[in-house]
């Protein structure tokens, strides 16, 4: 089992998954893994590209919702990501 599956990759924070995802693809680049390895960490890979791209479309909406202006001062409101974690 790879790394971040066993921690729970839904844990990390955007840092720790680009940081684990940037080791996938240097030990993929390497071309020294069997192909069952391989495939794993591809898996890994996905799993944790899905998830900073997740991380970055909260970090987005946050920033939406700071820019929201209504009657001429900016509105800030917290953020509630679905299934109502704080990233």
Excluded at 51 to 75: F, M, N, S
């Amino acid at each position: 089992m790879t790394e971040a599956r066993s921690e729970g990759a839904g844990a990390l924070t955007f840092e720790e998954a680009l940081a684990r995802l940037e080791e996938v693809v240097r030990a993929l680049e390497a071309g020294d893994r069997s192909l069952e390895e391989s495939l794993a960490l591809f898996q890994e890979g996905i799993e944790l590209a899905r998830l900073c791209q997740a991380r970055l479309d909260e970090a987005e909406a946050r920033i939406e919702k700071l820019l929201e202006i209504r009657d001429g001062a900016a509105v800030t409101e917290p953020f509630e990501p679905p299934g109502g974690q704080n990233p």
